[in-house]
């Protein structure tokens, strides 16, 4: 009796894919009353679809940027660098030698000018 049940079910398992496949269930009396469900139900693979897709775009995005910033936090330490090697005194020296300016070798001095306040100066 159990073998005839699973061979019932089997069948019906069968016929079903048959009815999908055939395009049988289209014309059955159901099908109006499940054309709703079966619309919402595909609006929202739909949008399902559509979000992975805006995700994965994101994502590519998100790389993309990542890789950017890594490139210019490399560019920005070897232009800083080389700013730093340009500025030294030592290799200043050297590149003005030719302009006739030179390095000073006094230290520097204070000068200390007295200016007296103007009294009433008429024109």
Excluded: H, W
């Excluded at 159901?30 to 994965?56: C, D, G, R």
């Excluded at 994502?59 to 890789?67: G, I, M, Q």
Aim: proline content about 3%.
């Amino acid at each position: 009796m159990e073998a005839q049940k699973e061979k019932k079910k089997k069948k019906k398992g069968s016929k079903r894919v048959m009815n999908i496949l055939g395009g049988i269930f289209l014309v059955q009396e159901e099908f109006p009353k499940q054309f709703l469900f079966l619309s919402y139900v595909t609006v929202l693979l739909m949008v399902l679809i559509t979000n992975t897709y805006i995700a994965e775009e994101k994502a590519r995005e998100l790389t993309r940027a990542t890789k950017r910033l890594n490139d210019l936090q490399v560019e920005y330490i070897q232009v800083k660098s080389a700013i730093m090697e340009a500025s030294k005194q030592s290799v200043l020296i050297k590149k003005l030698e030719g302009t006739g300016l030179r390095e000073a070798t006094e230290p520097l001095k204070r000068i200390n000018v007295n200016v007296e306040p103007e009294k009433n100066v008429e024109p």
